[in-house]
């Protein structure tokens, strides 16, 4: 059976939120959402996080996930590259345990209101594809022919040179966004290639309304209303 390896980036240092990933959402710690969307996915083989920092590491098993590892200093840097924390999990686990799966799920604690059906779906998508690389997206808001830039003078100006035919909203072309709540690669191409992203890398679309992606003070504020307004409707 295809061993589907969840594995959640959160390191202890965060500038914007201080604390971001451990800051209550909805009653709960902003990680312990992802963690518990891991656990309910029936096509998660395991449930792991990938953090510096001991306080984070004792709220994440407390929500079931694994920590099988500490980060070092150099990979919990504002500058240190996910993808390097990842390997070096991927690289415990195999020397360590002799275990190494054949994808890895990355999934960022910025994103609680992605839900266990959203990480079955993609992992579905991904089999039935055959695929090294997938990535969530979602429609891009607004749409990019609708942006502006502002001149010396202070007056607008088109980002993208709009043509005649897409006058009207309704005319303009589909365009994604990447939404930062799932990736997903096969160990293989990871370590081979390096990159999260390749040129043939899949978009498996999610709906707007589960696309946030936690970046400020104010998305932290929208996301508390919204998970609060949801656990007190399941009450």
Sequence with gaps: MTQFLALIPARGGSKGI??????????????AWTIE??????????????????EIADIAQLYGAE???????????DTSDTLDAVLYTLDFLEQKEGYTPDYVVLLQPTSP???????????????DRHADSVVSICEAKPHPLLSRTLTQKGTLMDYIPVASDYLRR????????????????????????????????????MPEERSLDIDSPFDLFIADLILTNTMNERR
């Design 170 to 205: 309704q005319d303009f072309p589909a365009v994604y966004s990447l939404n930062g709540a799932l990736y997903i690669n096969s160990i293989s191409s990871l370590r081979k290639d390096r990159k999260f992203i390749l040129p043939d890398t899949y978009g498996f679309i």
């Design 67 to 77: 920590v099988p590892c500490y980060r070092p200093d150099n990979l919990a840097e």
């Design 18 to 31: 201080p604390r971001k990933n451990i800051r209550l959402v909805g009653n709960k710690p902003l990680i």
């Design 37 to 54: 969307a891991a656990r309910e996915s029936e096509l998660i083989s395991r449930t792991i996080v990938s953090t510096d920092d001991q």
């Design 113 to 127: 209101l992605r839900r266990s059906n959203d990480i079955n779906e993609a992992i579905r998508f991904t089999i």
